[in-house]
Structures are given as C-alpha cells and as structure tokens.
C-alpha cells in the first residue's frame, strides 16, 4: 500500500530537447511506426465491451487533410445510455477501492506513457498539428497531471486519517472526502492528450466512473489513453469511450438525471451552454449537477517603458503564434506604454515575420490550424482587424495541403474592438497602445474573460501593482502568459474564462469529491 512517505516528492516531466539530434530522430522512428497505425476502425469501449458502429467520426490531419488518421464509431443516445449505466454499476465497485490502489493506476499509467513518449506526442502531431516541441510539451503535462493527481489522492486520504477537528469531549468527529458519482469529461482538442488526461484521471483517481467524450477532431488521441489504461489494468467501466455528437450525446449525457458532475474545457459559448443545461433539474434528480468549467480567455501582455523589451517582444510573439494560437491561454492582445510603442512594434513584426509555416511532421515553428471551420473564422476576424487597425504582417493564408494561416500582427487597435474583445483562437495578434503603464492595465481589465496575463517592467513598485490589480486567474511577470506547469502554476480564470477551477493545483480533486462529516458519541 502507497504512503506519501514511501513516493518521491512531484517532480515536471522533463520537456525533450530536440536540438540533440538524437531526440529528433527518436521522434522521427514514432512518426513513421504511428503513420502504420493511421486509418484504422477504433471502437466505442462501454464496460468490457468493443463496439464498432457504422456511424463514424472521420479524423484527418489538419497539416494533409487527404490523409485519415482514423475512423472513430460514434456513439448515439442509446450507446451513451448503455454507457451511462454501466458506469453507474461500476461506480459501486469502484467507489470502494482503497485511494491507494487507484493511485497505483495512475502511478502505473504515467510509467507506461513515459516509455512510450514520443508515440504519443507524434500521434498528436498527426491529429492536431502540434511542432515537436508542442506535441512534447503536451505528453509531459500528460504525465505529469498522473503523478501529481495520485500524490494528492493520497494527501486527501491521509487527511482523512488526521483532518484537525476542533475537539469536543464525549464524541469522536471525522470529516472524509468521498467521490461524487458518474461524470461527463469533454476534453479539447488544442490539448487532447494533456487535458483530456488530467480531467479523466482527477475524476477516477477520486473514486468516480465517467463517460470521456473527447473533441470531434481529436479523438484518436483519446483512445491512445484510453487503451493505455486498459492495458495497466484499470477495471473496466471506470472510464467509457464515447465519442459522438455535441448536440446529441454531449446534452443527452449533461441533461442525464444520473449525471453527478460535468467536467468540461472548451469555448465560452459551449461552456455556458452546458451550464445552462446542467442547472436544470431532471425527472429523478436528486443533486445539484457540479459543473467544471475552462473556458476562453481573451489574454494579453502589458508593456511598460522600463521593461527589457526584447524580453517582452520574444514573449508576445511566443504567447501569440505558439500552436498557431490555438490555446486558452494565448496571448492574443499586447498593450504597450506609448514611448516604447513604435519599437516593440518593429521587434515583434520582426520576430514574427521570421516563423516559417509548414508540416507538423517536419517541426515548422507555425503549423496548421485544427479545420476548415476555424480557418474560416479566423480568415473573417483578420478581415474585420484589418478595418480595426494597421495591418503589419501575414493577413492571408498560406502554402500546403492543410489549414494553414501566416501569422498575422495588427497595429494600432482601439481598446473596444472586436479583435481585442473577442477570443480568436487563431494566429491573429492585435497590438494596442497606451499613454502610461496604468492606462495599460485599465485597457488588459478591459474585457470579460480572465485566464492568463504578463506583465513586463522593471519597476518594483509597479510590478506590486499589477499583482494587485490586474485581474485574471493567472498572472506572470516578465514571461509570456502561456506554458503554465502541472504544481507550479495551478490553471484556471476568472469570469466568463470559467469556474477558476485550478487544474494541477492542490483543490482539484476537491471538486471531484463530497466532504462527509461523521461524529460519533463515546461511551
């Protein structure tokens, strides 16, 4: 049996430096052995059962779209039903092995997606379009949200054995975290390795059974894990792949009177809509829904006069343009104090004109965007920032058999525009300015979301400020606003980026669990 005092302290997996040519061609040899593995049937995985179905979800690289990664059977509303009740039956099992066992899974699972590393990362690289160095990055935090979900799964059990009551004389009191029940995981697909893993393995680890419905676009990933848990042995049921339709399995299972907890991560719009659809209470439902929410995020990096401003020029181009902008946490704004204004600017066109776009598979810096419908809103929203602003670099789409969009750097952007209000997810950067570094951080709070914020200067005194008043879930100073790590920066906005859920933080798995106080009467 695991004790905390038998397990190394949480330590982030280490990210793979591809510049050893060693490194590269270990991913070159996963490249090729997944390329065998692309086009095949994957199966639903209800219980123990396989199940193929005639309805398929057709992935494809977003870098080749001719090319198929795989075809993925789709669950309908009675598919999701039978899933629904197996993982009920399971949950009675489940809810009952000790929290040191279920951390040994985890534990296990880590181990075997470690040795297979750069299978998983290529797999991605094929199916989202991630670099090499994105593709890795993703995995590590895989990995790492694994190991430090099973350590805080036996913190909270050993708090169950020591949690420091106020004594009363005559009764012996105990307060226990116990699990939920079945939940929904609807994981992304910007991070379909990383999130999805951390949402699954948090609600599991827990003591609950859940139904993964992974993103449309990114579902060959999922199974990856999915068949990786199978195969270290997680009991089947605990986690049942069911992939399908938003509008009929995904509110089919959120509005399920059997539906204990949503965990979900995605756009402001989807979010609220199954925020709505949660609140309500269904025929037979005897609980409150929880629902667990990471949303959009509108982020930006503030620039004052006193800042290194190749530092800060290399971070808003970074925060921009990495995985072409497809992140929750992407910089997509930069408000810079007037009288350094004109010289970040020419800093980060240049930086910007500098990123070569290309296959994923051959590690171009910029790679594609995830499809045709986001290519198609992005394309629109660079056309309303070029009536918004100056338009400095990129703008159109580029070259290859895939959806791919130049890096795109607006100028001189009003704070009320559209470019600076709504969340793009895409390779499009607007650039604002200000008249001093105040007025910056008045223009960065102006907006409704509230994940992640830089702030860059050298000023002691103005850094304690923005600490104080700059409002968003996760704020950095002097570095770019994305690459948050699992222990070290605990994730999660405020407002309309979500419910400030903390991923990789010491309350997560609260929000997959029930404080159950007993008191008990001596004598």
């Not at 397990?7 to 490249?31: C, G, V, W, Y």
């Not at 198929?68 to 399971?90: F, P, R, Y």
Request: hydrophobic share 40%.
């Amino acid at each position: 049996m695991n004790k905390m005092t038998d397990i190394k302290p949480f330590a982030n997996e280490p990210f793979t430096d591809f510049s050893q040519p060693a490194h590269r061609d270990a991913m070159k040899a996963s490249l090729e052995r997944i390329k065998q593995q692309l086009g095949r049937k994957i199966p639903l995985h209800i219980g123990s059962d396989t199940i193929f179905t005639d309805d398929v979800i057709t992935s494809i690289n977003p870098g080749q779209t001719d090319q198929t990664i795989g075809l993925v059977s789709k669950a309908n509303q009675q598919l999701a039903e039978q899933a629904m009740q197996t993982a009920l039956k399971t949950f009675e099992q489940w809810k009952k092995v000790p929290a040191s066992e279920r951390a040994d899974y985890l534990f296990k699972a880590a181990a075997l997606m470690r040795q297979r590393k750069h299978d998983f990362s290529a797999m991605m690289i094929m199916e989202s379009g991630k670099n090499y160095a994105e593709a890795d990055a993703d995995t590590a935090e895989a990995i790492d949200f694994m190991e430090f979900y099973a350590r805080e799964m036996l913190r909270l059990d050993s708090i169950n054995e020591t949690q420091p009551l106020t004594p009363v004389a005559g009764e012996q009191n105990r307060l226990t975290y116990i699990p939920l029940g079945v939940g929904i995981v609807i994981p992304p697909w910007n991070f379909p390795l990383a999130i999805c893993v951390g949402m699954t393995t948090a609600a599991i680890v827990s003591g609950n059974t859940v139904l993964l419905k992974p993103a449309s676009t990114t579902p060959v990933i999922a199974h990856m894990f999915v068949e990786l848990m199978e195969e270290i042995g997680l009991p089947p049921g605990v986690i049942n792949y069911v992939p399908g339709s938003g509008a009929e399995v995904g509110d089919y299972l959120t509005t399920h009177p059997k539906t204990r907890f949503v965990s979900f991560t995605g756009s402001k719009e989807v979010g609220l809509r199954i925020s709505k659809l949660s609140a309500d209470t269904a025929d037979g439902q005897i609980w409150i829904k929880r629902l667990v929410a990471e949303m959009g995020g509108k982020d930006g990096i503030v620039v004052d006069e006193t800042a290194d401003l190749d530092a800060a020029a290399q971070a808003i181009v970074a925060s921009a343009f990495g995985f072409q902008g497809q992140k929750c946490s992407a910089g997509s704004r930069a408000v810079i104090v007037q009288s350094v204004y004109d010289e970040v600017v020419r800093k980060v066109t240049e930086l910007t004109g500098k990123l070569s776009i290309g296959l994923p598979e051959d590690n171009y810096p910029v790679g594609p965007v995830i499809d045709q419908a986001s290519c198609d809103k992005i394309m629109s929203y660079i056309e309303i920032g070029k009536s918004e602003g100056r338009l400095l670099t990129g703008g159109q789409r580029a070259e290859g058999n895939g959806y791919y969009i130049q890096p795109t750097v607006i100028a001189d952007v009003k704070r009320d525009a559209r470019i600076m209000q709504e969340e793009i997810f895409g390779p499009v950067l607007a650039l604002c300015p200000a008249a001093d570094y105040r007025e910056a951080i008045d223009i960065y709070n102006d907006t409704e979301f509230g994940l992640t914020g830089s702030f860059f200067s050298k000023d002691e005194a103005r850094i304690a400020e923005a600490l104080d008043v700059m409002h968003c879930g996760n704020l950095y100073i002097n570095r770019k606003c994305t690459g948050a790590l699992v222990g070290a920066h605990p994730f999660g906005g405020f407002n309309m980026s979500g419910t400030d859920s903390k991923a990789g933080g010491h309350d997560y798995l609260l929000l997959f669990t029930q404080a159950k106080l007993t008191s008990r009467k001596l004598g």
